[in-house]
């Protein structure tokens, strides 16, 4: 009974993970309608800026901080530079600058930091905290940063007027430049959200799978599959995606499937989904009259 608790609780800390990068894909989705193929590679970019600052002296939390500031201009940037300038409405055209990013993304990172496989270090102890022996330090300390981030991304939206604008932005363009609110602008620090959420996921995760340009693929994998789950256009479903899939992944790797097949689990739960409830567990249903 210690293996299961073991496994459903070290699920629940790689669910905060899948959850921030799930909720990334979500805000990008919202805004433009499409899955950010490079979200993943944008995480993995900026850790290796936390890993450069680290190494440079910088202490941990304030690498982690100006990290997470490096990655909201990135993102920010691309919104603003890039897709917004992006003139085609072919869904296909729109997926390939996604592709063409992550590409992107991926060289440059193994061009300037090498594929070489880094140790990325953890802010918390080795020792395991509270004396409890089913969490490793860094796994408890994931699972409470995710939740803080998740908590502080929560009030933004709901309780601040910038938060308002853009979740109207997102919902409704058009509407919202009728009330005077810069719908650009509000896209772009959608942009810069998302990617400073996907930054927190890449250094928490470092630190477990290690840090080399790769790092993202099977955590994006997982992410696009927690984001399916819950409700591609939901982002408290896109959270409780994150967490369930991290269970399940833990779960059936070590009772069912095996560790070799665990990154299948992903894949067969994204396939079920779109079978069986497209719209996911907590999104909504579009009904167009033609």
Do not use: C
């Not at 210690?2 to 805000?27: C, E, K, N």
């Not at 917004?84 to 991926?106: A, D, E, Y």
């Not at 058009?174 to 509000?186: D, E, P, Q, Y």
């Not at 693929?217 to 982002?235: H, M, Q, T, V």
Request: net charge positive; charged share 5%; glycine share 10%.
């Amino acid at each position: 009974m210690d293996a299961f608790w073991h496994q459903v609780l070290g699920g629940l800390a790689t669910g905060g993970i899948y959850a921030s990068v799930a909720l990334a894909l979500v805000m990008i989705h919202q805004a433009t309608h499409l899955l950010n193929f490079a979200q993943g590679e944008m995480a993995m970019f900026s850790t290796y800026i936390a890993w450069a600052l680290i190494n440079a002296g910088v202490p941990y939390w304030a690498a982690f901080f100006l990290t997470i500031a490096f990655a909201f201009v990135l993102g920010l940037a691309i919104q603003h530079f890039i897709m917004r300038n992006i003139r085609s409405t072919s869904v296909l055209q729109l997926v390939i600058v996604f592709i063409g990013l992550l590409v992107i993304f991926n060289s440059v990172a193994g061009w300037i930091f090498t594929y070489t496989i880094k140790v990325f270090p953890s802010p918390f102890p080795k020792e395991s905290l509270f004396g409890q022996k089913y969490l490793s330090s860094h796994e408890l300390g994931a699972i409470v940063v995710t939740l803080v981030v998740l908590t502080l991304l929560w009030a933004f939206f709901r309780f601040t007027t910038l938060g308002l604008a853009m979740r109207a932005a997102a919902q409704n363009p058009t509407s919202s430049r009728l009330v005077g609110i810069r719908v650009a602008w509000m896209l772009a620090l959608g942009w810069g959200l998302a990617a400073a959420i996907g930054a927190v996921a890449g250094m928490m995760v470092a630190p477990i799978v290690y840090l080399d340009p790769n790092m993202m693929a099977g955590i994006l994998l997982y992410a696009f599959a927690a984001a399916l789950i819950g409700g591609i256009d939901s982002p408290g479903g896109a959270v409780v995606g994150g967490f369930l899939v991290g269970v399940l992944e833990n779960v059936l790797g070590a009772y069912v499937v095996g560790n070799e097949l665990k990154l299948s689990v992903a894949l067969v739960l994204i396939v079920g989904v779109l079978l069986v409830k497209p719209s996911g567990l907590f999104g909504s249903v579009q009904v167009t009259r033609v």
